[in-house]
């Protein structure tokens, strides 16, 4: 890793495997780097669906899955995938068309097909492979950081009943969050993100304050993936130091840890507590 580049906040640039025609370069990657967030996100995300569709009394329900890259979550909530499966599955390059064609027998058959995945990435290609795939049910390739959706893409956000991230906080900020907010209009979603402890959440909790949402941090620490290099784990232990986070039994291990932040709307959050939802104290 010789030519390693770090980003602003001293992780490794991962941007040349983001946007690939498949999704070969990202799985291979990120194997050999131990990611594993989504896996350890899906019980939790799985409860947080199973309270939303109580809550609503319905069992459809339309998920926004902010920087779903090839559809990652998507291919575990929906389909009942592993990450061990995505990574077997792209262990090596067949080139684009060869790998769709079998994709589209791997998410024919939905494990949850009353789940409506729309995943939304500032990663074109990405987004275009898994929407092609059948694991999401449709894309957005847009940086909400810097603009609006258009009607086409709100019109996809419109309804939302949650949304989700891993991996994805700090790239997207409360400012792709408020437009996600209010391009959902009145479904009021639940949000459940996945957060590395070097990102503050404090400014998305905020806005979320400002539409009438409560959010909670989930007590537990999740261990994302490991440090690429030395250097980014100097980089990070650095950042989080000026943060005033102890890393002892967490990043000094040699891993990213991330947390886990739901908002809910006010009424919701007085009507069921997080902890009946999530399982933790
Ligand atoms: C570490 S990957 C995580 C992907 C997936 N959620 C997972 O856990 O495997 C980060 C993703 O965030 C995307 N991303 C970066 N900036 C973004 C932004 N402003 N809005 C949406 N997605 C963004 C990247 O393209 C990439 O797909």
Redo the contacts with the bound molecule.
């Keep these: 890793m010789n030519e390693v580049q770090y980003d602003d906040t001293g992780k490794i640039n ?1 941007n040349g495997i ?2 690939m025609p498949d999704p070969v370069a990202y799985f291979s990657t ?1 194997s050999g780097l131990d ?1 594993q ?2 896996q350890l996100a899906r019980p939790l995300f799985d409860r947080i669906i199973g309270a939303r569709r109580e809550t609503s009394g319905e069992q459809q329900l339309r998920m926004i ?5 090839y559809g ?2 998507a291919a575990l909530l929906k389909h009942g995938l592993s990450m061990a499966d995505l990574f077997r599955l792209y262990d090596e390059g067949a080139g684009r068309e060869d790998l769709l064609d079998r994709d589209r027998t791997v998410f024919d058959a939905p494990a949850d097909p009353c789940l409506e995945i729309v995943g ?4 074109e290609q ?1 987004v275009g492979y898994a929407v092609a795939a059948g694991a999401l049910d449709a894309g957005i390739a847009a ?3 810097r603009r609006d959706p258009t009607p086409d893409e709100a019109a996809l956000v419109e309804g939302a009943d949650l949304v989700i ?4 906080f700090g ?2 900020t409360d400012v ?1 969050l408020r437009r996600l907010l209010e391009a959902s209009g009145d479904s009021r979603p639940w949000m459940a993100h996945f957060v590395l402890r070097m990102f503050a959440f404090d400014e998305a909790r905020e806005m979320l304050a400002g539409h009438g949402y409560v959010t909670e941090k989930v007590d537990g620490l999740h261990p994302q993936r490991r440090f690429a290099s030395d250097d980014e784990r100097i980089h990070v232990l650095d950042n989080l130091a000026r943060l005033g986070i102890d890393p002892t039994g967490a990043e000094a291990e040699g891993w990213y840890v991330a947390e886990l932040y739901v908002a809910r709307p006010q009424e919701d959050e007085r009507s069921l507590a997080l902890d009946r939802i999530v399982g933790v104290h």
């Design positions: 991962l983001y946007n990120l990611y967030i989504p899955d902010l920087g779903c890259s990652v979550n939304l990435d500032t990663a990405a940086n909400l950081e991230s891993t991996g994805c790239y997207a792709s």
